[in-house]
């Protein structure tokens, strides 16, 4: 069964410094949205992006977040410089169409930030 | 704003019994609601979606209602076994293809 893939697992950076998070989607899914989630909180939406532009953001995602699909294959979120609340799991999740609604996630990359 | 309950008391149950998780809402009028579950350390997985114009929708040993009127919906699993233990998040969404806003998930353990 076809699955989101994200790179790395685990990724430990100091604060300041810039990191990109990197996913890549079920191969004919068209919608891709990234989550994160701080260690025993709700999962939160950052950002949703289809047709190679942003479609919604939340208020989390502020100038220092950004995303790319620099490939057909895939997409990624860049953090410019980090700060220790960004320290969170990160899920990328996508959906095969416009008009579907069940959102596939993948396993996370756990972002540690010193 | 928009708020989604979920018990954060972990629900402990018998294995064999039906577990019954809650989630309310407030300040919301999602178009559907969906129930994820979550194991430690992983992403949500998709489990069932209900929408707005439907009471009840089933699958295997999951059930799910949605009373738009209660703003509330309930996530049954019967016959529980072990191997459901997991988080269970409800998320809501107001349109297809749109963000999903969730709850704060409920852990289920089911002993032998």
Redesign the interface.
């Known amino acids: 069964e076809p699955e989101v893939t994200q790179t790395p697992s685990h990724q430990v950076t100091q604060m300041g410094q810039e990191v990109i998070l990197r996913c890549v989607p079920i191969s004919n899914h068209l919608y891709f949205y990234w989550y994160r989630q701080i260690l025993g909180q709700k999962v939160e939406f950052l950002v949703s992006f289809y047709n190679n532009e942003i479609s919604e953001k939340s208020e989390i995602f502020d100038d220092q977040f950004s995303v790319e699909r620099p490939d057909g294959s895939n997409f990624t979120l860049k953090i410019r410089s980090t700060k220790l609340e960004d320290s969170a799991m990160y899920f990328c999740a996508s959906i095969w169409r416009v008009n579907s609604y069940e959102q596939y996630f993948g396993p996370g990359t756990r972002l540690t930030v010193t | 704003s928009q708020k989604i309950e979920q018990n954060s008391e972990a629900l402990n149950i018998q294995e064999g019994k039906t577990a019954t998780l809650t989630c309310n809402y407030t300040n919301y009028s999602p178009a559907?609601l969906?129930w994820?579950r979550?194991d430690p350390?992983?992403?949500?997985?998709?489990l069932l979606?209900i929408r707005e114009n439907e009471k009840e929708k089933r699958k295997e040993r999951l059930k799910v209602t949605f009373d738009t009127t209660l703003k509330q919906s309930l996530f049954h699993i019967t016959a529980s076994q072990p191997a459901d233990s997991a988080t269970y998040?409800c998320?809501l969404?107001l349109n297809?293809?749109?963000?999903?806003?969730?709850?704060?998930?409920t852990r289920l353990m089911v002993k032998p």
């Open positions: 559907y969906q994820y979550q350390g992983r992403g949500p997985v998709f979606l998040l998320a969404g297809a293809g749109n963000m999903l806003t969730f709850g704060g998930g």
